[in-house]
């Protein structure tokens, strides 16, 4: 990928539309009608790639070095909840190094696709969104952290590790997340509270209400409002009603109706689990 964060030309996803207008202004022919209509094209190329996935002013040895300090962590945090031993900490070291490599790998792949399907640099409107569907993951890894739910590291951790082991990582990883969403719940209610506007100690109410029927998500995101709003939109009315007064009530169930569009955004941030991470934590 070294090849990838050199050569760049100055350029932007965006600033790269262009149209192209076949007929002449001033002759009307028939046969040039149905050229008269406007190609879009998109500007690609490696820099507007890097910009759209890990910003304009990142190389990539920052890149790499940002992830490299994340596996550290990582292992430091999972070494300090259940004691790994030495053979563990350098399998981990081992495989959290793989996720980094496919990373790379993954990114070099999207710039072969994007050259491949351009014509001098630029490409169309259907492929532009097909590469930044593509690039959807790779942007929200970068953004979350490399070494999420779907990540090589996460997923062997029930080979490397002994039952006791597992269990004491499941306990401490759910206290982290405990912790880390109950820091975003203020945010949380301040947003709410510009569209209920909560009376006196209403706040404290609610809030108790979240911690006790919203479980805390599989990821923290920026999106913890519309998890919140997600969440709660699936509990019953009466659990949530009595809070409010009328008005209240009316201003919060029109946001609980709409809670549904974040479905797709939370899992792309592996903020919801699926079935077979639900089942894996009721055996533990």
Same mark, same amino acid.
């Given at each position: 990928m070294t090849a990838i964060w050199r050569h760049c030309v100055v350029s932007s996803m965006l600033a790269g539309f262009v149209s192209a207008n076949f007929a002449s202004a001033d002759v009307v022919d028939a046969e040039f009608v149905e050229a008269e209509i406007e190609v879009t094209r998109f500007l690609v190329n490696q820099q507007t790639l890097e910009q759209w996935i890990v910003g304009s002013q990142t190389s990539e040895g920052t890149v790499r070095f940002r992830f490299e300090l994340q596996l550290k962590d990582e292992i430091a945090r999972w070494n300090a909840a259940c004691q790994l031993t030495t053979d563990q900490k350098r399998k981990f070291d081992l495989i959290g190094r793989g996720d980094i490599k496919r990373f790379f790998e993954e990114f070099d792949a999207l710039i072969r696709q994007a050259n491949d399907r351009s014509k001098n640099g630029f490409v169309d409107q259907a492929t532009y969104i097909e590469l930044s569907q593509t690039i959807r993951p790779m942007q929200v890894a970068y953004r979350k952290g490399l070494f999420g739910e779907t990540s090589l590291l996460r997923k062997t951790v029930q080979n490397v590790l002994d039952a006791e082991q597992r269990q004491r990582l499941a306990k401490h990883l759910l206290r982290q997340r405990t912790e880390l969403f109950e820091t975003q719940l203020d945010t949380v209610i301040a947003t709410i509270n510009r569209v209920v506007t909560f009376r006196k100690d209403?706040?404290?109410?609610f809030r108790k209400l979240i911690k006790e029927q919203v479980p805390p998500p599989k990821a923290i995101s920026p999106y913890c409002h519309g998890y919140v709003l997600y969440h709660l939109?699936?509990?019953?009315?009466? %659990?949530?009603?009595p809070l409010f007064n009328e008005e209240q009530w009316q201003n919060l169930s029109?946001?609980?109706q709409n809670a549904g569009r974040y479905e797709?955004?939370? %899992?792309?941030?592996?903020?919801l689990p699926d079935d077979s991470s639900i089942r894996q934590e009721d055996e533990e």
């Open positions: 209403q706040d404290v109410e939109a699936k509990l019953p009315e009466e %659990k949530i009603k029109l946001q609980l797709s955004t939370l %899992k792309t941030y592996g903020m």
